[in-house]
């Protein structure tokens, strides 16, 4: 590990946290509004979107820059996008329904970006589960990495999910939605050239 | 029942009207020869004088004004719910204000603010307010009941519906400059909804004149149905024989109709609408048929299949 990986892997660690400390700072102080519940929720789905288009940037990064050391933040980043989106349907289920299982399996059934949103959340479980090396080892590299291209489907869930929750004004998740349609179009004559993977 | 009719009301209550309605002539007057001087300035909320209190009342505790006044749709002013509040007072002049009647009716015509609310006596009606989106308050407003303010422009037999048209101005309403509704912002009700005596014009609320981002200067409530038919700073009223399309019912024909009555049985596909947030509140409470009016209003409905009707 470099000596530059060795500083930057904490220094990225907190400030994926700062978003955390500050949502939970303005819940304290009274600053989410009237509907703190719901500003709580669309503020940890936002954060979990964006880890999700973070760490999809990495590589593309690490190519254009040559920063190999880069890509060794590809796994903590893709956990923060995990992180934030089981802090984000836990805000769901225990503040916004207070674990009214009912209601949380009609609106999962019928609500359509809800049931978009838990394919997503419910995808990136198993890439999360096999974030550590000996998951890694024990699953195998060619596996392994056939596996984590789900995020090429998890992002794009995402975002949908977004853009169905939005009554009229999809100007926020359009701008998700390019920027997550660059990051996997700059894959692309890579996943389709002789290389043949990514 | 929860509502109740105010029965003593001390005569002190009862603050000279004409002192009210002379100040916001004076007001008129003013902002007019000041705007020979000076560009019109966004009008400050003063307390309202001369209205009955609490004509009409329900059991929940009423929603904090800096919860209604900061939580709210009104898209000409941006989406986010924290946005009229914060844009609206500082580029809506709603001084001065008239609405134009028209359609089938015997005496059409454009009259000004204060002289359409000026013949009914003000009233204070603290209502609970539905939102679609599955959260609710408990709102004091002022106003009049709409019934007598539109009768005075005698309705003809052919006056089947009536429809409301919001302001449009992007200058003064910078949400409309893009195109997220069909601009102005439109609604409308059936003749005897229009004239039900729950069906309310508000100029006020907590005592004060309207807010900018609340709809000033005048807005319609009707507290049966969800929130987004009670369209906000009116300026026109027509009567028409039609059944209007909405603004909302063009956005979304599949998620907004025309009567949208609030109705826990009847989802919408974005939100259960069996319970609700009531702001300020943790748990969820169950929505009430109708939000808990249906004893005055669902006779309205009478034969009617309100899931086709939605």
Known sequence: MSRALRLAKPAVFAVSLLPLVWVAWLAVAGGLGANPIEALNRFLGDWALRFLLVALAVTPVRRLTGWAAVGRLRRMLGLFAFFYAVLHVSSYVGLDQFFDWQAIGKDILKRHYITVGM????????????????MIRRVGGRNWRRLHRAVYVITPLAVVHFWMMVKADHSRPLV???VAALLLAVRLPRFLGPAGRT | MLLRHAVDIRESEITDRALY????????LAAGAAGLALAPRPVQAGPLAGYRKRAMTVDDKPTSFEAITTYNNFYEFGTDKSDPSKYAPGVFVTKPWSVAVDGECGKPGTVAFEDLIRPVPLEERIYRHRCVEAWSMVIPWVGVPLAPVLKRFEPGSRAKYVRFTTLLDPKRMPGQSRPILDWPYREGLRIDEAMHPLTFLAVGLYGQDLL?????????????????????????????????????????PDEYGFYSNVNPHVDHPRWSQATERRIGEFFRRKTLMFNGYGDQVASL????DLRANF
Request: net charge positive.
């Open chain 1, 176 to 178: 998700y939605g390019v």
């Open chain 1, 119 to 134: 394919a997503a959340l419910t995808l990136l479980v198993p890439l999360a589960a096999t974030s550590t090396q000996s």
């Open chain 2, 301 to 304: 409905y009478q034969g009617m």
């Open chain 2, 21 to 28: 309605l002379d100040r916001r002539r004076f007001l008129t």
């Open chain 2, 212 to 252: 900018p981002q609340n709809g000033a200067p005048l807005r319609l409530v009707v507290p049966w149905k969800y929130g987004f038919k009670s369209i906000k700073s009116i300026v026109r009223i027509s009567f028409v024989e039609k059944q209007p399309t909405t603004t909302w019912m063009e956005a979304g």
